[in-house]
Structure formats: structure tokens, C-alpha cells
């Protein structure tokens, strides 16, 4: 049985952002790719679309600048012959602070010819946002209407 691309593609990120090892994950992307991390780009400047392979791998980069993955839990996962979806928890190390970040993201993934054409990642940005801020937000509560 042939290893999935989703394997050799999370190994070859990890590498990427933690080791800053680039090789591995240029020749597993798409020339074409279509990527999303859908987040606040106004305090991560590094998230939202990109097209093509240059844009994803300065996304890539962007990601090894800042952040270290510490651990990351696969909380559930769906493989098929060329996609894959994912719900993953993150606990992460902000380079310039040393702070610890945790979150959740939900991950979805096409490959085509064991590259990367297509990758959607949902961030859990409320919590997010809370830890970069270091505060708790206080919404107003909700009032029942009818």
C-alpha cells in the first residue's frame, strides 16, 4: 500500500516551519495550488488566499518566521485516493515572544499526482485571538428576542 499524500505533505511542513528545511514541501506543492487559511489577516497578515506556488511557500515562510510547532494532535481524520480532511489541535511557540499558542483548526486537502492543489484551513480564531491579545474578550451578552 502507497503512503497517502497527506502524510508526506504534513511531514514536509512540520519540517519546513520548525527546521526551516524547504526542499521537501517545494517539491510536494502544485504549481497551481489554491490556498486558504481562513483567520484575522488583520492581525496575521500571513493568512488568508493565495494562488500559485511562490504565494504558498512565502506563506510557509512567513509561518516558520514566527511560529514553532511544539505538538499537534490529529482529532479525527478522513482520508479518500487524492483528499484528505482533518480536524488537528496545535500547541505552538510565538518566535518573537516565546508565548505558547494552542488552537484548533479543521483542514481539508486535494491532491492531484501526489502534490498539493488545493488546501482550506478553518481556524478556531476566537481563541486565537484571545491568546495573541492576552486577554479574555467580553462580548455583550444576547438578548432573547420573541
Not at 27 to 54: C, H, N
Not at 106 to 119: D, E, P, R, T, W
Request: no cysteine.
Amino acid at each position: 500500500m502507497t503512503e497517502h499524500s497527506l502524510w508526506r505533505f504534513s511531514r514536509a511542513l512540520h519540517r519546513a516551519i520548525n527546521d526551516r528545511h524547504f526542499e521537501d514541501i517545494e517539491t510536494l506543492i502544485d504549481e497551481d495550488v489554491e490556498w486558504a487559511l481562513y483567520g484575522p489577516i488583520d492581525m496575521f497578515p500571513f493568512l488568508g488566499s493565495r494562488q500559485g506556488k511562490d504565494a504558498v511557500l512565502d506563506v510557509i515562510h512567513q509561518l516558520a518566521d514566527n511560529f514553532q510547532v511544539r505538538r499537534f494532535d490529529r482529532e479525527s481524520i478522513m482520508l479518500g485516493v487524492d483528499s484528505a480532511a482533518s480536524m488537528l489541535r496545535y500547541s505552538l511557540t510565538a518566535l518573537d515572544s516565546n508565548k505558547p499558542i494552542s488552537l484548533r483548526v479543521a483542514q481539508f486537502a486535494q491532491f492531484k499526482a501526489g502534490k498539493l492543489i488545493s488546501m482550506r484551513v478553518l481556524i478556531d480564531t476566537f481563541d486565537l485571538v484571545e491568546q495573541a491579545l492576552g486577554r479574555a474578550i467580553h462580548l455583550p451578552k444576547m438578548s432573547r428576542v420573541g
